[in-house]
């Protein structure tokens, strides 16, 4: 899916924000300050939606990585191990629920 709309949707947003401000100027009233509250608000909206998508490209690239060395086994005890380094449990349950919050299905390798 292309980034492109997303991006033109916060550019429109903050082109409101930028609205909302100049609206505001010279106005002492509560509208003023109300311009002013919506403005800021959208900007970090804004903000923790980019955040947002860093995350999920972060938690992506972690996932891709885990696979590319043969994804996850389950151990004797029922937990994920990285196929890599099956001393590393943590890593392997992250690397799952990594995969379930991106929803996709986690590379398990056959015994």
Known sequence: MSKKPKLL???????YADHLEVMADGEEDGLGK????AARWIRR????KA????????LAEFVRD???TGGV???DEGLHTPVADEDWIDLGETY???CAALGVKPKVAKE
């Open 34 to 37: 109300l311009c002013l509250g």
């Open 66 to 68: 885990v696979n590319q």
């Open 96 to 98: 799952v629920k990594a």
């Open 51 to 58: 955040r947002g998508a860093e995350v999920k490209d972060a």
């Open 73 to 75: 086994a389950l151990n």
């Open 9 to 15: 949707k916060q550019c429109k947003a903050l082109d």
């Open 45 to 48: 909206l804004v903000a923790e």
